[in-house]
């Protein structure tokens, strides 16, 4: 029943929640790592990450016998690796940018660009036109999370703003290659589960030289939730959205992290959040409704005419 998250047989709408659950659990990492007091850096915790999670996607797809075919021959298709070195670079890129400019800022600089570029990618490559409601909730939401980080302080470093808009990019790209691959045929968690892997396999040398940081109950606790649930179990749900939404609106739901960060920031960690900051959080949670009300009406979200479904692409 789970593999059935990466097909195409779910509602637009069901999609849609599924993407914002995802983002939901991405928003669930900081206050993780904070709870667990665990000390380690952020290149260690994005391997770590990787591994485990990639480890729990192959695991699902092994499962099913006759999806293994799909991940090996995956594995010989440049997509796929454009892909899996587009997840590395993602994470490696936007730490070294919220290192450099600080948190709040580096992760809107990447998450506010990755829609555009996300949304502008996928129509090049014809997988449907954004619109102008993705266009007008995009800028909403981009305007809250702005008023939503207001109190990051952006250093002036050119090299942690260029390595968050690197992230930005390479999310667009994954995310964008991920559609593709999907409307092929091709069950999405099987296509994220081959390149998750060699994001992973990539993310290896990071975790080794990291250390034991791990090695506690409450490290391994970490390991496991920063793993299986914000990345097994969010790029499962992730997957709903791969066969049912355009690119652009995808990256667009995913701005629901950092409102969720936030409020968990608030609630958990007894953060303080200011009046722009709640205004911020009111208008992302208002573009992101307008995107999933108004911007998913059954028109240019299905798969192009023509698309293979997952029976009729075969493995060689």
Known sequence: MILSLGRSSGSTAGAVWAVIASAALFGTSGTAVALVGVEASGAALAASRLIVGAAGLLLIVRL?????????????RPLVWVMGLGVAGYQAMFFIGVSRIGVAVGTLVSLALAPFLAGILGWILKEGAPGVVWLF????AIVGVGLLTSGGIARQDMVGVAAAMGAGSCYA???VLGVRL??????????LAASFTIAAAVSIPSFVLAGLWWWSPQGVL???????????????????????????HIATLNLAEPVVATLLGVMVLGEVLGGWGWLGSVLVLAALGMLGVLGNDGRGQQAPPGAATSREWEPA
């Open 173 to 175: 790209v994954f995310t």
């Open 64 to 76: 099913q016998p006759a999806m293994r075919r799909f991940v090996y021959q995956l594995w010989r």
């Open 137 to 140: 909730s995009t800028v909403l």
């Open 222 to 248: 970490l390991l496991l939730w920063l793993g299986l649930a914000t990345t097994t179990l969010a790029y499962l749900l992730f997957g709903m959205g791969l066969t049912r939404l355009q690119p652009g």
């Open 182 to 191: 999907s409307r092929q045929g091709i069950p999405a968690t099987t296509v």
